[in-house]
């Protein structure tokens, strides 16, 4: 038989006179320990819906649906499937999107559909294929990054204009007609449609 040791007689003797690790809850209130990584809290004036956070979630739990037709891009959030590692938060391009609470860590549910959440974005589209950019709020976001230099780019313009209300939509979009011609530039174009404007220009 072995015997226990010295250093386990001690810690047995102090966990006995300790208080306990953990809380009686739901009996009692549970309060979170410091930096505690709780449900993903999304803000959604600061969440641009640019896809970054669907793309580094390890399960999955983030998803994004375009529908073409409406426009609209549609976030939705399982936080069923969450881990809570925090890298949705940490690579949030406008750092304020989403956020892990350190006090919510009670979701559960007989409803799986209890903790999904949705969001919607007004898609950008490009005016002569169709190709979806992103969403308009991505590409204002950009804008601000860029500072002045946006100014360079008469699309981002338009897109200023119209968020501005500088300039009404008839103003700032004209019909497209064949071959890119190079009024048409003052639509937004996608950077294939983009390109090939610019090639079909310079080779006149
Ligand atoms: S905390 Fe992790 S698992 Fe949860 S939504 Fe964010 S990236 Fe995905
Ligand atoms: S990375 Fe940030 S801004 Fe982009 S969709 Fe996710 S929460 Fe929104």
Excluded: W
């Excluded at 993903?40 to 793309?55: F, K, L, M, Q, R």
């Excluded at 409803?111 to 294929?129: F, S």
């Excluded at 338009?158 to 700032?172: C, P, V």
Aim: charged letters at 30%; a neutral charge.
């Amino acid at each position: 038989m072995r015997y226990p040791k010295i250093r386990e007689l001690g810690e047995a003797v102090v966990s006995l006179v300790s208080p306990a690790y953990t809380t009686k809850y739901p009996k009692k209130e549970h309060v979170p320990f410091e930096n505690f990584r709780g449900k993903p809290v999304v803000d959604d004036d600061n969440c641009v819906g640019c896809e970054t956070c669907a793309n580094v979630c390890p399960p999955m739990a983030i998803t994004f649906e375009d529908d073409r037709e409406k426009g609209i891009r549609t976030i939705r959030r399982d936080y069923g499937k969450c881990i809570f590692c925090g890298q949705c938060e940490e690579h949030c391009i406008t750092q304020k999107g989403v956020k892990l609470s350190d006090k919510i860590f009670d979701m559960s549910s007989f409803d799986r559909n209890d903790n999904v959440e949705y969001q919607e974005k007004e898609l950008l589209i490009c005016k002569n294929c169709g190709a979806i950019i992103t969403t308009k709020e991505h590409y204002m976001f950009m804008h601000k990054k860029l500072g002045p230099k946006a100014y360079s780019n008469i699309m981002n313009l338009n897109m200023l204009n119209e968020k501005l209300r500088l300039a009404s939509e008839d103003n700032t979009e004209v019909a497209l007609s064949e071959d890119l011609r190079r009024r048409d530039a003052f639509n937004i174009l996608c950077p294939n449609c983009l390109r090939e404007l610019q090639l079909k220009t310079h080779g006149r």
